[in-house]
């Protein structure tokens, strides 16, 4: 585990400086609502503590709308499903404009209009010059967001794609796999490239003479290990 180092978000100590949290965004795996507190509270607190001001009542109004809590605004956060504490949370990411937006698996609990919803408030930051890094297991929604995939395996880096490599990895296993090259991903098995998809794979093994055991898409081997 790290035992030292320092941090820097947008040029700035997240910790130490308020001015630097105030130009970030994040949405947790657990959330940071106040639970004592109405939807429209919550947004009306959170607004305050970005902005240092007081919110408009229309612009509330519209961020509920967007986030389809308009009939349940009234009612205390924690009464909410999960479900519609995710939604609050997205509506957070709506009351200012972070640089740089940190989302732990943003999809979970939500319903396919939620994931929609995310999906769209995501291309609008990007849209708007914000850096975003989000880990999820949702790799079919993420993949359509991002420019970028990095596939981490027991915390550290193991592969940086480009969305269109992802969609076209693969995991080789067998005696001699390692003979192909490509990035070690398990004790007999390989992350190859192949636009020729599981037939060119094969093929190009046949070549070498190379025993295999197993070929399949990266994003099925990674949801078969969990």
């Known amino acids: 585990k790290p035992t030292s180092g320092t941090v820097s978000v947008c040029g700035?100590?997240?910790?130490?400086s308020k001015e630097t949290r105030r130009r970030i965004g994040f949405i947790m795996d657990s959330d940071v609502l106040?639970?004592?507190l109405t939807g429209r509270e919550n947004l009306e607190f959170f607004y305050e503590l970005y902005n240092g001001s007081r919110p408009d009542s229309g612009f509330i109004n519209s961020v509920l709308e967007r986030v389809g809590l308009s009939e349940e605004a009234?009612?205390?956060?924690?009464?909410?499903?999960k479900g519609m504490r995710k939604r609050l949370?997205?509506?957070r990411l709506l009351l200012y404009h972070p640089e740089a937006v940190f989302l732990d698996e943003p999809f979970s609990g939500l319903d396919?209009?939620?994931k929609e919803l995310l999906a769209?408030?995501?291309?609008?930051?990007?849209n708007n010059g914000a850096a975003v890094v989000m880990?999820?297991?949702?790799?079919?929604?993420?993949?359509?967001?991002?420019?970028?995939?990095?596939?981490?395996?027991g915390g550290r880096i193991l592969a940086n794609f480009s969305p269109e490599e992802f969609s076209n990895a693969y995991v080789v296993s067998g005696p001699d796999a390692e003979k192909l090259g490509g990035i070690k991903f398990g004790p007999k098995s390989v992350i190859l490239i192949s636009r020729a998809g599981v037939d060119g794979l094969i093929n190009?093994?046949?070549e070498k003479g190379i025993t295999l055991e197993e070929v399949m898409p990266l994003m099925k081997a990674i949801r078969r290990e969990g």
Do not use: T
């Open 12 to 16: 700035g100590n997240p910790y130490s």
């Open 120 to 126: 769209g408030v995501v291309r609008e930051l990007k």
């Open 74 to 81: 009234g009612k205390k956060a924690g009464q909410y499903s």
């Open 89 to 91: 949370e997205i509506g």
């Open 34 to 36: 106040d639970v004592l």
């Open 112 to 114: 396919s209009g939620g």
């Open 135 to 153: 880990v999820s297991h949702e790799a079919e929604f993420a993949l359509g967001l991002a420019d970028r995939v990095v596939l981490m395996v």
């Open 204 to 206: 190009a093994c046949r």
